[in-house]
C-alpha cells in the first residue's frame, strides 16, 4: 500500500507563495516507482477536481495545467521521498483544497485534463487547503 500526505497549505494574500509538500511511501510503491506519474490536482468549492502539475517519475518530466504553466513548478527530492509545488505569485483563483496523488504513466499527461485518468490515479493524499486572499 502507497501512503500520501501532504503538507504546506494555509492562509495567504494575493501575490504570496507556498511550498506543498507530499512524503510518499510504502513497498507496493517502490517496486512500481521508476514507473508512475505523480501529480497535483485542485478542487474548489463547488467544482470539479482539476489537474494543476504532474511529473513523469521516470524521467522526471513535468507538465502543466494551462493556469499555472509558467508560476507553479512540480518537482522531487528521491533521496526525501516528497513531491512538491512550488507556488508563487498565487490569486485568489488558485484557492482549493490541493491533493497529491501517484498513479499509472500512462495516465500523466491526460490527468490534467480528462476526469476519467485523473480520477483513477491509484493513490490519493487527504489534501491540504490553500486559501489566497486580496
Known amino acids: 500500500q502507497v501512503q500520501l500526505v501532504e503538507s504546506g497549505g494555509g492562509p495567504v494574500q494575493a501575490g504570496g507563495s507556498l511550498r506543498l509538500s507530499c512524503a510518499y511511501f510504502?513497498?507496493?510503491?517502490?517496486?512500481?516507482?521508476?514507473?508512475?506519474?505523480m501529480g497535483w490536482f485542485r478542487q474548489a468549492p463547488g467544482k470539479e477536481r482539476e489537474g494543476v502539475a504532474v511529473i513523469y517519475t521516470k524521467t522526471d518530466t513535468t507538465y502543466y495545467a494551462d493556469s499555472v504553466k509558467d508560476r507553479f513548478t512540480i518537482s522531487r527530492d528521491r533521496a526525501k521521498n516528497t513531491l512538491y509545488l512550488e507556488m508563487p505569485s498565487l490569486k485568489p483563483e488558485d484557492t482549493a483544497m490541493y491533493y497529491c496523488?501517484?498513479?499509472?504513466?500512462?495516465?500523466?499527461?491526460?490527468?490534467?485534463?480528462?476526469?476519467?485518468?485523473?480520477?483513477?490515479?491509484?493513490?490519493w493524499g487527504q489534501g491540504t487547503q490553500v486559501t489566497v486572499s486580496t
Open positions: 496523488a501517484a498513479g499509472d504513466a500512462s495516465r500523466c499527461l491526460r490527468s490534467l485534463t480528462d476526469r476519467t485518468h485523473r480520477e483513477n490515479f491509484n493513490y
Open positions: 510504502g513497498t507496493t510503491y517502490s517496486t512500481y516507482y521508476s514507473t508512475y506519474c
